[in-house]
């Protein structure tokens, strides 16, 4: 009896040792891999990005997931706003296996007003959205994303980015789908001289020019 509970105590005691050795191993993978590279990423951006900047993005032909964000000081488009969080919007792309077609679905992580393909007005988009890579062809979806929406559902400071998708033949001559994201607006703009701790700008304007605000009408 005593030699089976001292046999037991040394496979807990292996187990234990496997999985601090196994948590060990990703700690270190993430300081001398994962790390450095976000932070290469964030320091390679210092300003905010500006109206008609754009972002293409190519799934692998190997690939059947692939993941797209948009952030604050990280992601693959990274806004430098302080109303933004990190991974503010979450687009997830699954690729058909035999077809050039994607389903997206994205998840909002803060406030998002969205007009979808052949949509007239914006409306306060839902945890998730759904939309078909078909419904992207020549057609455009619209996102407004701010820190709040006001109690009506506008948005009174705001980055809109547009989505759209378009084929194009690949280097072996394979016709593929590119997504492209558009800074489209920036309302009112950004107030470059108020950085904060995180190295984030405010939304702000010079105070010498005037501007009239107009909304798009908001469906609840």
Do not use: W
């Amino acid at each position: 009896m005593f030699a089976i509970i001292i046999q037991n105590s040394a496979l807990y005691l292996l187990g234990f040792i496997f999985l601090i050795s196994i948590a060990g191993i990703l700690l270190v993978l993430y300081n001398q891999i994962f790390k450095p590279y976000i932070d290469l990423k964030v320091s390679e951006i210092e300003t905010p990005p500006n109206t008609g900047d754009e972002f293409v993005f190519v799934m692998s032909e190997l690939e059947r997931f692939a993941t797209y964000t948009v952030g604050a000081n990280t992601g693959d488009i990274i806004t430098k706003c302080a109303a933004i969080s990190e991974g503010h919007l979450n687009f997830q792309f699954k690729k058909d296996p035999k077809h050039e077609n994607y389903q997206i679905s994205i998840k909002r992580e803060g406030a998002v007003l969205i007009k979808p393909p052949r949509m007239n007005i914006f409306s306060k988009m839902p945890a998730t959205e759904k939309i078909e890579s078909h419904e992207l062809i020549g057609k455009s979806a619209f996102f407004r994303i701010s820190d709040k929406v006001t109690k009506d559902g506008r948005m009174i400071d705001y980055i809109e980015i547009s989505l759209t998708a378009k084929f194009f033949f690949d280097k072996i001559g394979s016709e593929r789908l590119k997504f492209i994201f558009v800074i489209n607006k920036i309302h009112p703009g950004f107030n470059l001289k108020n950085k904060n701790s995180k190295d984030l700008f405010s939304f702000g304007k010079d105070p010498s020019i005037k501007e009239t605000v107009e909304f798009d009408a908001v469906e609840d």
